[in-house]
């Protein structure tokens, strides 16, 4: 393995901005690329100039089983006025765009590049739910793990499994994931789902008020996850509401050279360390219990960034499922093996905890366009590093935050580690 | 559009190889890659430890169009023995591997990586011709060329015509390429096609005796090329031998820095110039006798590596049709637009001539599995730049060599430059 290295010269953030995840049956990847497009553009303290940017990468997990395009990247340079720049489509299924924001960071510490976008982009709701599903099984081993009919849902249930039997957590320990995730959602407009648990079981008490039929007798919001008319299973111990939703959506992020950085904004948002791994697809794991595509991505990113778990006061990280932030919590070093559920239950991951994660909403609620994901989670990261996230800033200070983005069955992991000097 | 820029360190080709091209449809991608990674590895002079490497960037254009698996990139990095090291799949269509030749580049200039696998791969013939035919169109622009029934065989056709509208060349003119690169395939045993056209002509009139079916009466090659039977029209002007086949292979290419190069070899090739430009696709063109793109990118290239085309001696171009090759060796400022084809025709770029284009066999000859050609194109020019070629060795000392990698309906292109010091 790999020494510690550094980079040839630094990389920040100037600039991010999201479309609004969700269902837009309307819209294609060019229509929400354009809409991220903007709203990082708007995001730039001190503006730029078109002209100054010189080369995209795009991370897109799979335009070909979702829209029957190939070779998208030049398509959305297209979109945004940004041809005839170098344009070059980045992929590791779910963690496509947190590889991108690795190319576009070594793109410009290689000295070929001072200004890039990197964006994201996946729009997923044109095919049915049995479709995607079909595509997204792609991203694991089609001949050692999908041909024995395992899609993802099932994969991390055999991990909430392995977790449950080693560490002695009830499946009902997963609804503070969903709980927590729900109310930070809540507060993002740029959400997929921005309700919270209780106000969804407002709105079905209402809609049953309204029908005339009988009134659910939910004593409190775990009560209504553990109703399987409300949370049905889809793979135990996982329930509807354990579950990232099928969205549609973009992101974008402006990198410049640290030199650079401070022509853009007086507020930029250093990349300080990048650790990326690959794996055995989940067949071949010794061990349900961790992912050490993660271990392994963030201790590369740690040691560049000089930094420890501890360090780190905000995460936004890879919640497909509510068992892989518990998971990624533990593989972060954030927390100790068996550990992470508790934390989550005592309120050390809500937005106005010690160690805020996913305070965006997360997958679970912010919504989950495979491709856009990685990014996504770095919009949220520069939001609440800057003191911009509004009615869902975080409590503590942010002077160092971490985006953790996973792909297929573990076999890929990207982590990036932000620093606010 | 960015300033002439410099790789913050320097990058060097330690080792080269490929799969044989061809149909193999017993074999997937995997299978390939080993073999292209296998070959790669005996072509280090001073071998290397496995452990050294350390990451993956992969080539391809659609495994899930032709393979339906996507994410791709670890389970190739597994099949090689490189996990747990980050691995990345790069899609710029036909221009995948060219494009992932760039980031590995990219990773090592960047101070992150010392010692990098670029490898490329597509297995095509498990679907039907017209399967393929639907699979390579969505590398065009779905909605506004593919929807009015442009598949890459018309698109280029068309090019031909307005090439010859404007410069007065004649449909036969195109069968230089076909002849020139048909002799050079006939002399690489890893090529798709192993013959020469006067191969092929004996085959058939020998065939034609066995059988006792009347004796074709083709004068020469030419006669041949123009006969509606032997060579009939795919799109008008082009013919079935004016176009690359579907291929299955893989090839790889192991980058190390430049101050680690020597450790592996005493004959590292440099890499000196690296060029992208995207374009929009073929419907939005405003002249179709050239590639903006390629112009662009060879441009990008040849400032960076400080040198002009009259310095560059063998160039691997990317020729989808024979078309493609007359027009890249114009963009590519080897020769004065409307003058390529009879370069040709006068064996300028023949094997033996003064500057030779490819003299592997080009996509037509040696085969065309498309996210492996850029790569591909290295590992001729890395042979033939070590005087490794063998029968099909050039006349010409090479210092300076040049490949170029086109992607969709010219919307992406990359180009680099190579010296050997």
Redesign the interface.
């Known amino acids: 393995?790999?020494t510690t290295?550094?980079?040839?010269?630094g990389v920040a953030v100037v600039g991010a901005g999201m479309s609004k995840f969700g269902v837009h049956k309307d819209k294609s990847s060019r229509d929400l690329f354009v809409e991220a497009y903007q709203a990082m553009s708007a995001s730039v303290d001190r503006g730029f100039d078109l002209?100054e940017i010189?080369?995209?990468f795009v991370g897109n997990?799979?335009s070909?089983?979702f829209?029957?395009?190939?070779?998208i990247?030049?398509?959305l340079?297209?979109a945004v006025g940004?041809?005839?720049?170098?344009?070059?489509?980045?992929?590791?299924?779910c963690a496509s765009s947190g590889?991108a924001i690795?190319?576009g960071?070594?793109?410009?510490?290689?000295?070929?590049?001072?200004l890039v976008l990197v964006g994201g982009v996946e729009h997923m709701t044109s095919l049915s739910t049995a479709q995607v599903t079909d595509?997204l099984s792609?991203?694991?081993?089609?001949?050692f793990e999908m041909a024995s009919g395992f899609t993802f849902p099932g994969i991390f249930a055999a991990m909430a499994s392995a977790y449950m039997h080693r560490y002695g957590m009830a499946p009902a320990d997963l609804h503070s994931i969903t709980l927590k995730n729900h109310a930070n959602g809540a507060l993002n407009p740029e959400a997929h789902f921005t309700q919270a648990i209780s106000d969804i079981m407002a709105a079905r008490m209402e809609a049953a008020i309204k029908n005339g039929s009988p009134l659910p007798e939910w004593k409190d919001e775990n009560a209504f996850l553990e109703d399987e008319a409300a949370n049905p299973f889809v793979a135990w111990p996982l329930r509807l509401f354990d579950c990232a939703p099928i969205s549609d959506g973009a992101a974008c992020l402006l990198l410049a050279s640290a030199e650079r950085a401070r022509a853009f904004t007086d507020d930029p948002i250093y990349v300080i360390g990048?650790g990326?791994?690959?794996?055995?697809?989940l067949a071949n794991h010794t061990d349900l219990t961790n992912m050490?595509?993660t271990r392994?991505?963030a201790q590369a990113a740690y040691e560049m960034a000089g930094v420890s778990p501890m360090d780190i006061r905000l995460a936004e990280v890879h919640d497909c499922f509510t068992i892989a932030e518990i998971i990624a919590t533990e593989d972060l070093g954030f927390f100790a093996p068996g550990t992470g559920y508790r934390m989550a239950e005592d309120g050390v991951t809500a937005r106005d905890g010690p160690r805020p994660v996913n305070s965006s909403g997360g997958l679970k609620s912010k919504g989950h366009p495979v491709g856009a994901t990685g990014v996504g989670q770095v919009v949220e990261i520069w939001k609440q590093m800057r003191g911009e996230a509004g009615p869902r800033q975080v409590k503590v200070d942010v002077p160092l935050a971490l985006a953790h983005n996973l792909?297929?069955t573990g076999?890929?992991c990207?982590v990036h580690i932000f620093e606010r000097r």
């Open positions: 393995m790999a290295k550094s980079l040839s010269r002209a010189e080369a995209v997990y799979s070909e089983f829209e029957g395009q190939g070779h990247a030049p398509i340079a297209d940004l041809v005839p720049l170098p344009a070059t489509r980045i992929e590791d299924a590889a690795r190319q960071v070594m793109a410009i510490a290689s000295g070929l590049h001072d595509a792609a991203a694991g081993d089609m001949g990048s990326q791994a690959s794996d055995y697809s050490r595509a392994l991505a792909g297929g076999s890929s990207v």
